[in-house]
T-cell receptor, first 110, second 115 residues
Framework: DAKTTQPNSMESNEEEPVHLPCNHS???????IHWYRQLPSQGPEYVIH???SNVNNRMASLAIAEDRKSSTLILHRATLRDAAVYYCILFNFGNEKLTFGTGTRLTIIP | KAGVTQTPRYLIKTRGQQVTLSCSPISGHRSVSWYQQTPGQGLQFLFEYFSETQRNKGNFPGRFSGRQFSNSRSEMNVSTLELGDSALYLCASRGGQGSYKNIQYFGAGTRLSVL
């Protein structure tokens, strides 16, 4: 399985944008980049996914590097409820399972 | 639509016993996956069922087994429990269209404690 590398932890101030990086240098052409987050005492929650182009939805934006070896999840205006562990995962149609890494623990400072 | 429902939420068992966990997927979803989450190993894939057939399997011993029923509900069984089986067991279902068919929707999990 292709691997992803994320910082163990990050802090951000409330109401400021947050940029969560992810490196995936061994990504294959058919791997989708998925982001999930896990709030305390809950199961993981889908955030966003993309293949090559940048993506936006109501929760976040996903910026994908041109060579696809890295990506950034952008929370435009962090709130205390965004404090969670964020996982960057590569999903391949052939494998069809999520391989979670250790993720980034995001702390929001009021 | 109702989300993924896992029962029970909490379980306490002793070593050597067996346990069965239940998962009801989102209505219309035919794929159900199971994951184990521990502080040391993180989230690890156990297996996936689709239309009552196991389609994918992680690296877990044969003590971990599962099945899926015709209504897509799934059960996971762990036999001969060990202390190291203490974990949060998560179930996820999927069933969208196109690239969205790979999005997994997770339940809140069953926390198993083995004493």
């Amino acid at each position: 399985d292709a691997k992803t590398t994320q910082p163990n932890s990050m802090e951000s101030n409330e109401e400021e944008p947050v940029h969560l990086p992810c490196n995936h240098s061994t990504i294959s052409g058919t791997d989708y980049i998925h982001w999930y987050r896990q709030l305390p005492s809950q199961g993981p929650e889908y955030v966003i996914h993309g293949l090559t182009s940048n993506v936006n939805n109501r929760m976040a934006s996903l910026a994908i590097a041109e060579d696809r070896k890295s990506s950034t999840l952008i929370l435009h205006r962090a709130t205390l409820r965004d404090a969670a562990v964020y996982y960057c995962i590569l999903f391949n149609f052939g494998n069809e399972k999520l391989t979670f890494g250790t993720g980034t623990r995001l702390t929001i400072i009021p | 639509k109702a989300g993924v429902t896992q029962t029970p939420r909490y379980l306490i068992k002793t070593r050597g016993q067996q346990v069965t966990l239940s998962c009801s997927p989102i209505s219309g979803h035919r794929s159900v996956s199971w994951y184990q989450q521990t502080p040391g190993q993180g989230l690890q894939f156990l297996f996936e069922y689709f239309s009552e057939t196991q389609r994918n399997k992680g690296n877990f011993p044969g003590r971990f087994s599962g099945r899926q029923f015709s209504n897509s509900r799934s059960e996971m069984n762990v036999s001969t429990l060990e202390l190291g089986d203490s974990a949060l067991y998560l179930c996820a279902s999927r069933g969208g269209q196109g690239s969205y068919k790979n999005i997994q929707y997770f339940g809140a999990g069953t926390r198993l404690s083995v004493l």
